[in-house]
């Protein structure tokens, strides 16, 4: 059988599939589903350090192949993420867990992200500084190099856990934003968040989402990401989250082509709770179909040597 | 803590569609075969994975037995079109024992269930789960014109009555208690104007239906609170009239 372990900024993972921020919640209605130490690990919902309720609804909208979101980072808060939601956790899942962190200032970063760096299990924070959907924050920092820069760095300071600075695509040069959290201290990346989309009801002649923009995601979106992973993985030597429309086992062997070392699943996990146990499951036969005994042999494969 | 995280754990099986009936031009009643042991309490949802279409479609059950579940579908868009359009024998992946669902509430001894259009659907189970709990409801049902009326033979040994006004005809009926479902500003302003206590059940556009995307969520007393998941049956009292 194929051998499926990469290793991810110095912690191994038994499978390089990572169910992505606000497709997973924090573990909970999962772990009701099935086996969640089956996991490479798992990404959970974007925590800030205040609550927030999020956008008016509607939230949700469909594309052909996709979906648009404007949740608009609704969670309980980090305080709450640590009293309630880790300990509860901790009897569901066995693995380092990834800490998607978001913020509205370099403060708000860094005091979210040195409260969860107190806690054991997480594995990873993973700084989204990419979120489409909120104003005054979130995608802003990823949008300018020098900001970008400064989150890294402010979050670099409070931690001693590997900083993944998760990327948007809504930018002309994301090799340029790539190399400057390098630049900065970052451990790895992960991309893509959401595409900047929308949709329009021809009923009411009205935006559908609530926001009227949201971000796209899902297997549209599939192509974008991949050339995004393709054009990072060329700027930078740190290790890449690939992640965007991924649906299948096909779709985790071409990323990881293109230079990902690991994989998040978002979308997939909405349409089909079981999204990634098939994934799972059918990557040792897809493998093998392909010629491929070891899934770190082929990161960054499809690069000219 | 959350202590009802158990209760409602949906089930991916594969149904069979074994009846497509026609109730009007725009509404059809559809029954699926399959695995119905998740199906707990009338007013939970079931979603419907279509080919083509990335999300899938949430409809309330309308009732259920070992067997088999019975779904009320009004065409609005492509993938109720997709459904009116299917043959029996043609297999879905379908999602089921998603939502809370009502609650049986044992102190009311008159109460009555009021359908805003296809909103009727998941009145049908409640009615006859209340009549085995020895209940005798009464059945409103709402349409705004008098030609889309359908539904009344679903209930069927209930006193069942049409309404062009709700509210008009809901006075005029003795009750002591509402089980709702139907557009949100008809129940908003339905139980606004009515003083009994009441349960409804809200439909909103949703991302996964199981509780973890958040697309659904909305204000309550209580904070905030997933259609999906936490609803979508709602307690009067839990509701925030601004919303
Ligand atoms: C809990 C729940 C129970 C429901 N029960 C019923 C029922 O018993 N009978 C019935 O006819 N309809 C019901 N609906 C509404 C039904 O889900 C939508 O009418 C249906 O999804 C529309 O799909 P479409 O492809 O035809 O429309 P399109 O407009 O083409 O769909 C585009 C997207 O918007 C979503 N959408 C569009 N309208 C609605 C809506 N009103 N509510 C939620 N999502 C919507 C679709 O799911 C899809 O993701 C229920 C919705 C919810 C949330
Ligand atoms: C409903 C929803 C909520 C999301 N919430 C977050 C979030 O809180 N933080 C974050 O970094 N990304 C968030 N994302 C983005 C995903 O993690 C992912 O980057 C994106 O959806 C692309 O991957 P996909 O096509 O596999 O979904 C969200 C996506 C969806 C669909
Ligand atoms: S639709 Fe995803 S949480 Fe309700």
Known sequence: ?305 | MKTNLKQNVPHDSVFCLTENRILTDRVHLLRFTGDTSSIKAPGQFVSVELPGMFLRRPFSVCDWDSESFSVIIDRVGEGTALLHGLSCGVELPVLTGLGNGFQLESGAAAPVLVGGGTGLSPLVGLARRLRESGVYPRILLGFREAHDRFGADLFDGFDTQYASDLFEELEKMPHDYIYACGSEAMMMELLRRDGSDAQVAFDVRMGCGFGVCMGCARKTRDGMKRVCKDGPVFRKEELLWEN
Not at chain 1, 164 to 189: F, Q, R, S, W, Y
Not at chain 1, 294 to 299: A, C, D, G, M, N
Request: neutral net charge.
């Open chain 1, 1 to 305: 059988m194929g051998e499926l372990s990469v290793t991810l900024c110095g912690i191994e993972l038994g499978n390089p599939i990572i169910p992505a921020s606000g497709t997973f919640g924090y573990g909970a209605e999962f772990s009701a589903l099935y086996d969640l130490d089956i996991l490479g690990s798992f990404s959970f919902k974007g925590t800030t350090r205040n609550p927030r309720e999020g956008n008016p609804l509607p939230r949700i909208a469909e594309s052909p192949d996709g979906m648009l979101n404007a949740v608009g980072l609704q969670n309980p808060g980090v305080n709450r993420v640590i009293a309630e939601e880790l300990p509860r956790l901790k009897r569901s899942f066995h693995k380092p867990v990834m800490a998607n962190v978001s913020g509205f200032s370099i403060e708000d970063y860094a005091e979210t992200c040195a409260k969860l760096d107190q806690e054991e299990q997480i594995g990873w924070l993973e700084v989204n500084i990419s979120c489409p959907n909120v104003h005054g924050g979130g995608m802003s920092f990823g949008t300018d190099p020098c900001q970008a820069a400064a989150v890294t760095r402010a979050v670099k300071e409070v931690t001693t856990k590997p900083v993944i600075m998760k990327l948007t695509p809504n930018v002309t040069d994301i090799a340029a934003i790539a190399k400057a959290c390098e630049d900065a201290g970052a451990d790895g990346l992960s991309l893509i968040n959401t595409v900047t989309a929308m949709r329009i009801d021809l009923k009411t002649r009205r935006p559908v989402l609530a926001n009227t923009t949201g971000g796209l995601s899902g297997p549209a979106v599939f192509p974008v990401a991949l050339r995004a992973v393709w054009q990072v993985y060329e700027a930078v030597r740190i290790p890449v989250v690939g992640l965007g429309g991924i649906s299948s086992a096909e779709n985790v062997i071409e990323m990881m082509l293109a230079g990902a070392t690991a994989v998040e699943v978002g979308a997939a996990n909405l349409r089909d709770p079981f999204a990634c146990p098939k994934i799972i499951s059918a990557l040792p036969k897809t493998m093998k179909n392909y010629g491929i005994s070891s899934l770190k042999e082929i990161i960054g494969g499809a690069h000219a040597k």
